[in-house]
Structure formats: C-alpha cells, structure tokens
C-alpha cells in the first residue's frame, strides 16, 4: 500500500512539473511572439517616412474652347521631360 501512494504522489510530482514547463514555455513563446511584432513596427517606422513627398504635377494644355472663346492650348507650350523633374527624399536617416 505504501508503494502505491509513493507512485500516485511521484506522478502527481511528475505532472505539475510538466504543467510548470508548458507554462513556463508558453509565457516564452508568447515574449517572442512579442518582440517580433515590435521589431516589425521598428523596421517598419525606419522604412515609411515621417512626410509624404510632394511630386511634382505635369498640367498639360487644355484642347478645346476656353471661356474667352480662344482656343486654349493653340500656343506651342513647352513641357518639362521626366529627365529635368528633381526628387528630394526626406531628411529622415535610416538606420
């Protein structure tokens, strides 16, 4: 009878020390879970700028009657080529 009631409290010893672990590595998981989650946001806040950019818009000439009753767009107006139109990034530094 002794030996019995040794095994059923080893086993009871045996199972809270599982239950102990699978929380314990649980909690772990869940940590990890965590910080990669606040990593991406890092990653993600360093990549997005803080500003949008402004770009700059091509108006072409209007074909067509103008309220004057002028043709509009009958002077020869020079556009500008993509290659003359500058971009500025943002000041931001990446890291």
């Given at each position: 009878?002794?030996?019995?009631?040794?095994?059923?409290?080893?086993?009871?010893?045996?199972?809270?020390?599982?239950?102990?672990?699978?929380?314990?590595?649980?909690?772990?998981?869940?940590?990890?879970?965590?910080?990669?989650?606040?990593?991406?946001?890092?990653?993600?806040?360093?990549?997005?700028?803080?500003?949008?950019?402004?770009w700059?818009?091509?108006?072409?000439?209007?074909?067509?009657?103008?309220?004057?009753?002028?043709?509009?767009?009958?002077?020869?107006?020079?556009?500008?080529l993509?290659?003359?139109?500058?971009?500025?990034?943002?000041?931001?530094?990446?890291?």
């Amino acid at each position: 009878m002794k030996t019995v009631i040794f095994l059923v409290v080893m086993i009871l010893i045996i199972a809270g020390m599982l239950v102990s672990m699978r929380k314990s590595q649980a909690r772990q998981d869940l940590a990890r879970e965590e910080s990669l989650k606040r990593l991406k946001k890092e990653r993600k806040k360093v990549l997005t700028p803080q500003e949008y950019a402004k770009w700059p818009v091509i108006i072409r000439p209007i074909r067509g009657d103008d309220a004057n009753g002028t043709k509009a767009g009958s002077d020869p107006v020079e556009e500008p080529l993509m290659t003359s139109i500058e971009y500025e990034p943002s000041k931001q530094v990446r890291a």
